[in-house]
C-alpha cells in the first residue's frame, strides 16, 4: 500500500508560481513512476507532468513546458510540481499518482495509488 498526500495548493494571480509536494509513504520502494496529473470540473483528468523515479526520466504536457518542472526526492519520498507563469487556464484539483505495477505503456495511464488532490486557482 501507497499512501500520497499533496500540498501547496492555492489561490494565484496570473503570472505568479506554485510549488505542489506529494508526501509518499507505505511501500515507497515499489514506485517506479510518479506523476501529475490535474482535472476541472466537466472534463477528463489529463496528465501534467511525471517522472522516473529510477532513471529521472521526464515528460510533460505541451502547454506547461517550459513553465512547469518536475522532481523527486528518493530520500523524502516526495514529488513536486513547480509551476512558474501560472495561467488562469492552469486552476485545476492537482492530483499525486504512482506507478507500482510498472506495466504502464504511456504517461497517461497505469498508476494505481492516487493522493486526494490539491486545488490550484489561477486569477486573470
Known amino acids: 500500500q501507497i499512501q500520497l498526500v499533496e500540498s501547496g495548493g492555492g489561490l494565484v494571480q496570473a503570472g505568479d508560481s506554485l510549488r505542489l509536494s506529494c508526501a509518499a509513504s507505505?511501500?515507497?520502494?515499489?514506485?517506479?513512476?510518479m506523476s501529475w496529473f490535474r482535472q476541472t470540473p466537466g472534463k477528463e483528468r489529463e496528465f501534467v507532468a511525471g517522472?522516473?523515479?529510477?532513471?529521472?526520466?521526464?515528460a510533460y504536457r505541451d502547454s506547461v513546458k517550459g513553465r512547469f518542472t518536475i522532481n523527486r526526492d528518493n530520500a523524502k519520498n516526495t514529488l513536486n510540481l513547480q509551476m512558474n507563469s501560472l495561467k488562469p487556464e492552469d486552476t485545476a484539483v492537482y492530483y499525486c499518482?504512482?506507478?507500482?505495477?510498472?506495466?504502464?505503456?504511456?504517461?497517461?495511464?497505469?498508476?494505481?495509488?492516487w493522493g486526494q488532490g490539491t486545488q490550484v486557482t489561477v486569477s486573470s
Open positions: 499518482a504512482v506507478d507500482t505495477l510498472g506495466t504502464g505503456t504511456n504517461w497517461e495511464h497505469g498508476y494505481n495509488y
Open positions: 507505505g511501500r515507497t520502494l515499489d514506485i517506479t513512476r
Open positions: 517522472i522516473n523515479r529510477n532513471t529521472y526520466t521526464t
